[in-house]
């Protein structure tokens, strides 16, 4: 199972900074970044299957989760394809009523496990406010969206014979970071950083997310690492490089006038 997870301190940035917070005040109450926060967490909970065996999970992502092969032909996998995903412990089921373009959209809210849900929303939370101050509630929505759209499109395309099944906000969320690098570059950024033990201090957010970015630049040597399940790399760099390109443009966009009574 291809999970793209790269915001999970400890299973994907070993010995790199982990963030806590950013010194980065909004103008507007975050209402999207709360509410995506709400949707990651209630979907994990409440829809998913996190406190059943591995085999009943791997039957769900198979059913409800993005197959790059699936998305490529436009249909789900065949007989075949789903004997292969089987085995003598743990057999898959064939979903022929699957909807696979709608399965993009559900595995942008669906999460392999607890360290891999927190380690998303924490990056969600210290950065998706930001994002959504500059661009608006509705535009922040949007932008969240088609940036998980773009990340699993740069991990499709160029892995479109892959079975495996590709779940995780961490395309999205990239696509926050990318987007917070240009807009705030010089915001400070409390981490820790763990050498023998942990030290907190603040950096500024162009070193914080350059490395972020860097660990993944890293990671495209092999684009789906065996490490904890398996981690897109393809789709972390295609999100952060959507984020950092809308951002650009946003930019020369003029900023929101805060109305005053």
Excluded at 136 to 156: P, S
Excluded at 161 to 184: C, K, R
Excluded at 214 to 234: F, H, K, N
């Amino acid at each position: 199972m291809v999970i793209p997870h790269a915001v999970i301190p400890h299973a994907v940035i070993p010995h790199a900074v982990i963030p806590l917070g950013d010194s980065n005040p909004t103008k507007i109450r975050p209402w999207v970044n709360w509410l995506l926060i709400a949707l990651n967490l209630g979907v994990f909970l409440f829809a998913q299957p996190w406190d059943q065996d591995a085999c009943t999970q791997d039957r769900f992502f198979v059913r409800h989760a993005t197959i790059p092969v699936e998305v490529m032909q436009g249909e789900p996998l065949g007989p075949a394809d789903v004997a292969v995903l089987s085995d003598a412990q743990c057999a898959v089921p064939a979903t022929p009523d699957k909807p696979v373009y709608l399965a993009v959209v559900f595995s942008l809210f669906f999460h392999a496990g607890w360290l891999h849900l927190l380690g998303n929303l924490l990056y969600l939370w210290i950065f998706g406010n930001n994002i959504e101050d500059r661009l608006g509630h509705a535009r922040y929505l949007l932008f969240y969206l088609v940036a998980g759209f773009v990340a699993t499109a740069a991990f499709v395309l160029p892995n479109a014979d892959e079975i495996a099944t590709l779940v995780g906000a961490s395309g999205a969320i990239a696509g926050v970071l990318g987007a917070y690098l240009i807009l705030f570059p010089h915001a400070r950024v409390t981490v820790t950083v763990p050498f023998l033990l942990f030290f907190i201090v603040r950096l500024p957010a162009f070193l914080v997310l350059g490395m972020w970015f860097l660990l993944q630049l890293a990671g495209l040597q092999s684009p789906v690492s065996d490490d904890g399940g398996g981690i897109a790399y393809l789709a972390h760099a295609g999100g952060f490089a959507f984020g950092v390109l809308i951002a650009m443009f946003s930019r020369f966009a003029p900023r929101r006038r805060s109305a005053s009574a």
